[in-house]
């Protein structure tokens, strides 16, 4: 009986830590500036004006496959407003950017 509650706590402690280590390692979307330019009630194709792959502020090439900023990156004070139904991939996004379509190995590519 002993002998199996400690199997358990160690199993516990083992899986406990591996979440921990992975929560605090994974790369977390940072949170939007607080000025005029990352409003939340804009189109996410005005975000790309800037943060197109050609732009004065380009994404890094390790960025999530995905076009609803509001999903996931939180404004100043920590808020997330997500945009129900906000498409995935909008014109000018991931699927646009060679760097981040390329991801994908080519099949990242338009038709
Ligand atoms: C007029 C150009 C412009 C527009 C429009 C714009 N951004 Fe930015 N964005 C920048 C610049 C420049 C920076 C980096 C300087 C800074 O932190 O202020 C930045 C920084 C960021 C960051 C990173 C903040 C950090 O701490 O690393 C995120 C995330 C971001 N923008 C998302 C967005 C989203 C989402 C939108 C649409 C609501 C948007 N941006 C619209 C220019 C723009
Ligand atoms: C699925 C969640 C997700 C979505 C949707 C998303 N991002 Fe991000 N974004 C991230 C994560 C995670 C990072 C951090 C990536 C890293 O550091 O490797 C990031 C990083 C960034 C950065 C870099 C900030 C810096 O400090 O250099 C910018 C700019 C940015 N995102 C803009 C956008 C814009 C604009 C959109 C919408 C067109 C968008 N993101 C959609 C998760 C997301």
């Known amino acids: 009986m ?3 509650k400690r199997l358990a706590l ?3 402690t083992v899986t406990a830590v591996a979440v921990v280590g992975l929560w605090t390692t994974a790369a977390k979307p940072p949170r ?8 939340f009630e804009q189109a996410e194709t005005r975000c790309l004006q800037c943060h197109v792959h050609t ?3 380009p994404r890094p090439t390790d960025h999530p496959l995905r076009d609803d900023c509001f999903s996931c990156h939180r404004d100043a004070h920590g808020g997330l407003h997500p945009r129900p139904g ?6 000018g996004g991931w699927q646009d950017d060679p760097r981040l379509a ?3 190995g080519g099949r990242g590519k338009r038709p």
Do not use: E, I, Q, T
């Open 2 to 4: 002993l002998r199996s």
């Open 10 to 12: 160690y199993v516990l």
């Open 32 to 39: 939007l500036p607080a000025d005029r330019d990352h409003g």
């Open 55 to 57: 732009g004065a502020h």
């Open 86 to 91: 906000a498409p995935l991939s909008v014109p």
């Open 102 to 104: 390329g991801k994908l």
